[in-house]
């Protein structure tokens, strides 16, 4: 498949730490809902590198298409930061991010649709503009690294040359599409950049 009208793309997918073990008594599902409330609320009117966030359960995953060579890695991960910063303090619980460099799926796959009687007059399937290759990675990477318990996983192509504190650990692994070996650095704490 030609992919030269895919845009260069970065997933962070956020995930909140043990809520299945608070499943039973219930704040597993409090912990949700102020999370998703609370995503909602930051993206709809803040991150201005982002394009897209998407909510789930207890996971937010975000979009950015600022990927260029003069793009701001300091403010890009500043962001990052403090929007995982923002959601552990909402929620009162740990969040792990992982963040791929790919490509996007094209603009204008599927015909805008607006269906009368939706809510805010969305329609019913939407389809997520993140690239499917980027996304499958950051399940990759839970699935491959998760063990390390890091706060943040970070796929090297973003983590270079951005002044990030020194990672705990790195490993690499085959990501996809082709099985390409991308060296992966792990962080615990802030990653904001160093001055």
Request: with cysteine; glycine share 6%.
């Amino acid at each position: 498949m030609n992919t030269d009208n895919w845009p260069p793309c970065i997933v962070t997918a956020f995930d909140l730490v043990g809520t299945r073990n608070l499943a039973a008594s219930g704040k597993g599902s409090s912990a949700m809902v102020t999370m998703q409330g609370r995503a909602v609320a930051k993206i709809n009117h803040g991150l201005p590198l982002h394009s897209h966030g998407y909510i789930w359960n207890d996971s937010v995953l975000l979009l950015s298409y600022m990927t260029e060579q003069n793009w701001s890695r300091r403010g890009f991960f500043a962001e990052l930061d403090d929007f995982r910063s923002f959601l552990q303090r909402a929620c009162g619980a740990s969040i792990y991010a992982i963040s791929v460099k790919g490509l996007a799926f094209p603009h204008n796959t599927f015909a805008p649709a607006v269906f009368d009687g939706q809510i805010a007059q969305q329609p019913r399937a939407v389809v997520l503009k993140t690239s499917s290759w980027a996304m499958a990675n950051c399940f990759l990477i839970e699935k491959l690294l998760g063990h390390h318990r890091a706060d943040w996983y970070i796929d090297s192509r973003i983590s270079d040359g951005a002044d990030l504190p020194v990672p705990f650990a790195s490993d690499t692994i085959e990501l996809l599409p082709k099985k390409e070996s991308r060296r992966i650095d792990m962080f615990k704490g802030n990653i904001r950049p160093i001055d």
